[in-house]
């Protein structure tokens, strides 16, 4: 059993920054990659970024250049700096952590991005 715990969600006007985090804790070594996706109203979940144990990432092209994931295996957590937000970003962000037969999410955090 794996527990993935997000924090940092808010509200932030356009051009502004927020900082995610997620807690990870029960069977972490059975996790190599990990990863935040989001899903705005009315539309499917995407996967906004993804970074390996060893540090290997993977960005959406929507959030290139603008997003940074991160993840520090000491503490068993991984974060998602996000600056230059745009409306379009408005959704539920979610910690995602697979194992090679689960996958397990976290609860998610709400992001809005308005004036």
């Known amino acids: 059993q794996v527990q993935l715990v997000e924090s940092g969600g808010g509200l932030v006007q356009p051009g502004g920054s927020l900082r995610l985090s997620c807690a990870a804790s029960g069977s972490i070594n059975s996790i190599n990659v990990m990863g935040w996706y989001r899903q705005a109203n009315g539309k499917l979940r995407e996967m906004v970024a993804q970074?390996?144990?060893?540090?290997?990432?993977n960005y959406s092209s929507s959030v290139k250049g603008r997003f940074t994931i991160s993840r520090d295996n000491a503490k068993s957590e991984i974060y998602l700096q996000m600056n230059n937000l745009t409306a379009e970003d408005t959704a539920v962000y979610y910690c995602?952590?697979?194992?090679?037969?689960?996958?397990?999410w976290g609860q998610g955090t709400q992001v809005t991005v308005s004036s």
């Open positions: 970074i390996t144990r060893n540090g290997v990432i």
């Open positions: 995602w952590g697979p194992t090679f037969n689960y996958e397990y």
